[in-house]
């Protein structure tokens, strides 16, 4: 998980972020992320890296260059975890698109009950 975990975080470092979506927001969250999974049970792994990439197509929302910085950002995340052999990025990419609205699960085509299993 560390070797991956620490990919995820040399790219975020190397790409630009939007001000308020900074890598201190993106640690921030991921902290109270692994806090939660701990207390409630989840896949730590898979909630870290959902936490990490979540708002990884967020500047281009806020300059408008794409309507919904959550499935973009899903897409992403999932491309980028399969770069790293990630056998779980389909999971981590559910978990993406779900955060902004649980309206996205259908729009971004997983089922629901299948990815909460794994997830938690």
């Keep these: 998980m560390v ?41 730590i792994e898979i909630i870290t890296y959902s936490a990490l990439l979540h708002d990884i197509a967020k500047k281009d929302e806020v300059e408008g260059k794409i309507k919904d910085h959550a499935i973009e950002g899903a897409h992403r995340a999932e491309e980028l975890l399969n770069k790293y052999n990630y056998k779980n990025s389909s999971d981590v990419a559910f978990c993406i698109a779900s955060h902004k609205s649980k309206n996205n699960r259908k729009r971004y085509g997983i089922g629901e009950s299948e990815n909460y299993r794994r997830v938690l």
């Design 3 to 43: 070797n991956i975990e620490n990919k995820i975080i040399d790219y975020l470092n190397s790409i630009e972020l939007d001000i308020t979506h900074d890598i201190g927001h993106i640690m921030r969250v991921t902290f109270n992320a692994r806090k939660i999974a701990e207390k409630e049970g989840g896949n």
